[in-house]
């Protein structure tokens, strides 16, 4: 009688059938702001990890040798830019990022290839090498053009997030102060023309009313590139249950994220304590115990934190997430979106790109099937970014690209205000 293959072993014949595709990763951004975007100056063939970093942030997440340990398949590139970036200048940086990535694929054609859809990704899968895909991390990327919406579907990108951390002229972030309460109709035109064009409209970093409105206006499928669940964890960043069942109905996907923030209640709350301490002690220009004596309270913060350990985050704080979202979506909603080199820190045991089969095995220790499994790992996305591209071909047959203006559907007077 033959034994039963270990998790390890199913993890890896379940990953030579099924790409693994992560959602969201920003190692353009680092190559940009470490190495002013010359990929001579980084070697990605390499291991990243020994890297000199600026003073504050961790080693790089991301590099080929881990990707292929990962076993990953396809991964979409984050092609962001600050949000205080507008106008004109978004415009010409966001460009740079996605020639960026581009360059990453002609440099490495080995092991990275752009795709553009979901046959490329399962025929790339099939070749040995890792499916390149972009997506635009903010809408104020568009600088309110639906024209420049079409240019960077036409150079390539696949999806875009409708807001980075602050709000657009016609949406709301999940993480700035509410103003237009959903979608403005510029910004419904915004959903519907990315439904005609077959991009993949992005819900994470939006407001849970910029949630519902998009998922109320939109035809195709959506996705949440790098969010967790809200039941879970209370930040504005992930998904509150509601809305899980919405994605549900409207056939779309949420990518768990992997920062120890959104993923850990615990962890989030000790980061805010922390935060609250340190304003105690040094708070410029007018406040804190000991203002303009930064050994002091760089002492003061050390013992605190003495006292108040941080909790530790773990692949199983993630599997939770996973677990939480299959529960209430189902398991035909839920993927991975990592979130590696955008955040400062992942969880214990899943603190690079080739720790996805961990992952993974602790889904299969829990009990998932081979074919649950399958689908977490990339066979869901590859569902969704199959249908908006069904859903594409039927509009473009039947609808114009969109001329429409901010200033036509939500006045002059918005347009001239952002």
Not at 30 to 58: H, M, N, V, Y
Not at 118 to 127: F, P, T
Not at 267 to 280: H, K, L, M, Y
């Amino acid at each position: 009688m033959l034994a039963a293959p270990s998790d390890a072993q199913r993890i890896e014949r379940i990953l030579e059938q099924t790409p693994l595709i992560d959602g969201h990763n920003d190692l353009p951004w680092e190559i940009r702001a470490r190495f002013g975007g010359d990929l001579t100056k980084i070697d990605l063939s390499q291991s990243t990890l020994a890297l000199p970093a600026p003073a504050g942030s961790p080693p790089l997440m991301t590099d080929i040798p881990r990707l292929r340990a990962g076993h990953v398949g396809a991964q979409f590139w984050s092609v962001w830019i600050p949000a205080d970036t507008q106008g004109p200048a978004a415009v010409q940086m966001t460009i740079e990022q996605i020639d960026l990535v581009k360059q990453m694929c002609a440099r490495y054609p080995h092991d990275l290839a752009m795709a553009y859809t979901a046959a490329d990704i399962v025929r790339l899968h099939k070749a040995g090498k890792i499916a390149s895909l972009i997506g635009v991390e903010g809408g104020h990327q568009i600088n309110n053009s639906l024209a420049v919406l079409r240019a960077y579907y036409d150079l390539g990108a696949r999806y875009m997030t409708l807001t980075h951390a602050t709000n657009t002229a016609w949406a709301d972030s999940a993480t700035d102060n509410p103003v237009h309460h959903g979608l403005t109709p510029f910004g419904k035109e915004v959903v519907r023309e990315m439904n005609r064009l077959g991009m993949l409209v992005d819900l994470a970093h939006v407001s849970p009313d910029t949630m519902r409105a998009a998922l109320a206006v939109s035809e195709a499928p959506l996705i949440f590139s790098h969010s967790s669940a809200r039941a879970l964890v209370d930040t504005p960043r992930d998904v509150p249950d509601d809305v899980l069942r919405l994605i549900a109905a409207n056939g779309g996907i949420v990518m768990v994220n992997f920062y120890p923030g959104y993923v850990s209640e615990a962890r989030r709350r000790w980061e805010a304590d922390r935060s609250a301490e340190q304003a105690r002690y040094d708070s410029p220009p007018f406040g804190g115990l000991y203002i303009g004596q930064p050994e002091r309270a760089k002492a003061a913060l050390a013992e605190w934190e003495r006292a108040h350990p941080m909790p530790e985050v773990t692949i199983s704080d993630v599997a939770d997430h996973i677990e939480h979202v299959r529960a209430v979506a189902g398991v035909d909603h839920v993927g991975l979106g990592s979130d590696f080199d955008g955040i400062p820190e992942a969880p214990t045991g899943l603190d690079g790109a080739d720790k996805y089969p961990a992952l993974l095995q602790e889904l299969a220790r829990r009990g998932w099937s081979d074919a649950d499994l399958a689908k977490v790992a990339g066979g869901n996305l590859l569902h969704v970014l199959a249908r908006a591209e069904e859903v594409s071909a039927r509009l473009r047959a039947t609808r114009l690209p969109s001329t429409a203006t901010l200033a036509q559907l939500d006045g002059p007077e918005t347009a001239t205000t952002h």
